[in-house]
C-alpha cells in the first residue's frame, strides 16, 4: 500500500468555490466557526499523499444494514426501507476502491439518537443512526437504511433539514478526506436549507441530490436512491513499479 | 477547460453536524454494540517503536468558546518518518478523538514521528497532520502540529518556511516535552491557527 517509497502524485487544488465558504452568515454557527486568515497552500508531500486504509476485517455482517443493526433480534427498524447505492469516483472518473464510507443519519421521524437532540419525535428502540461500508474494486457501495425524516433546527425561526444522510469518506491520501451529505430528489426543503445554501452553485447542490433508481430496488422490499461521491483526482496516477508518476 | 479534461466535480462538502459522533464514534455518544469500538481510539501498543507522547488539545471559536463537539482526526509517520496506510498490531498512523463533552480536550496517545521527506528531499521536522470537523464548519479544517523541542527542525521544515507571517508559525507548535505536549486549536480571531490548503 501507499509507503513512503510509492507516493501518488499530487492532487489536484480544491475548488473552494464549488465547495461552501468557510463564512456564511445564514448558517449561524459558522459565524464563529470561519477562520478568516487565507489558508496557506503549499505542495502535496507524503504527508498529504498518504493516508489510511482499513481491510475488510474491519466490517462486521450489519455494518451496511441500519434496519437491522441496531435492532433487538427479530424487529427492524419503523421506516420506510431503502437501499442507497453508488460509486466513490475520483474527478478524472475512475473509481476510488477499498475506502471506507461511513454514514449516519435520524431515524424515520427525523430524531438522533443523541443526548443533545430534544427533538417531539420519539426515539425508535430498533434504530440506532450509523453504518459503514468499504468501496468495491469498482468504487461500489451500498447499504440499507430507513429513509430519514426531516426536522426543524434553531437558526432562523423556522428552518427545517430536508431528510439527509451523512456521509464520511476516506480517499487514498489524507488530504482527500471528506464528509458531505445526500439529499434525496423532489424534496422541497432541499432549496430552503440554509446549510444546502452554504453551496453556492445549484449543480454542486444537484450533485448531493441523490436520484431514485428502480433499476437497483428490491421489489417488495426497498426502494433505492443512487449517490456517487466525488473525491479528489490526482495529476498522475502511479503505475505498478514506477517510482514516481507520470 | 478544466471541466472537459476532468469531467467530474469533487462532491462538495457539507458540516458535519452536531450529531457526527453518532456515525464516526458512536460508542463515544452512547450508541454501543453496533461497532466493537470506535475506530481510531487506539494508536499504539506495547510494542510499539519510538518515543511515546501524549498530546491534549482543545478548539475554541472566535468568540473564545469551546468547540465542544469538535471531532479530530490525525495522520502521523512512524518513528522511523516512514507512512504505513495500513495498521498493524504495533501502530496505526492514524487516530480520531472526540472533544470531551464537558472539558473540551480531545487527546492522542501515539509516538513522536519521524522526519518525512518534502518532494524536493529535504527533510520536514516531526508533525502531525490534522483534520478538524465539527457543527458550523463547512469544509473539515487541515492544519498540522509540530513540536516545540524539536526547535532546530522546524527551523529547517519547508512547510513552516513558507509561512510568510512569522508570528504565526507558533500556533502549529505543540508546548511541552518529554512526552507530553498540548496545544490549542483556535478557528478564528487574534490567535487564529494557520489551516492549510492542501
Redesign the interface.
Known sequence: ????RAPIAN??????S?????L?PD?K?????????P??????????T??????HD?L?P??NDLVL??AQAGMSAIGERIIVEGRV?????QPVSGVLV???QANAGGR??????GYLAPLDPNF?????TISGEDGAYAFRTIRPGPYPWPNGPNDWRPAHI?F?VFG?G??Q?????MYFEGDPLIPRCP??R??NDP???D??TARLDMNASAPMDALAYRFD?????SRSTLFENRMEGN | MTGVLYPLKESPSQTAGPYVHIGLTPNFCGIEGVYETDLGTAMVSDKTKGERITLEGRVFDGGGNLVKDALVEIWQADADGIYHAKATPEFSGWGRAPADAETGLFRFDTVKPGRVPFPDSRLQAPHLNLWIVARGINLGLNTRIYFEDEAEANTADPVLARIEHRDRVATLIAKGGGGRYSHDIYLQGAQETIFFDI
Open positions: 500500500m501507499t509507503s513512503n492532487f489536484f487544488p480544491r475548488d473552494r464549488w465547495h461552501p465558504k468557510a456564511t448558517y454557527t459558522s459565524v464563529l466557526r470561519s477562520p478568516s486568515r489558508l496557506v497552500a503549499f505542495g502535496n508531500s507524503l504527508s498529504e498518504t493516508g489510511p486504509a482499513f481491510g474491519l462486521g450489519l455494518d443493526n441496531f469516483l475520483d474527478e478524472r472518473g461511513e454514514f449516519w438522533y439518537r443523541h443526548k443533545k437532540d440506532g443512526g450509523c453504518g459503514r451523512h464520511s487514498h489524507f488530504a478526506r471528506l464528509i458531505t451529505q446549510i444546502v452554504t453551496i449543480r454542486a447542490i450533485q448531493l461521491i466525488v473525491l479528489r483526482g
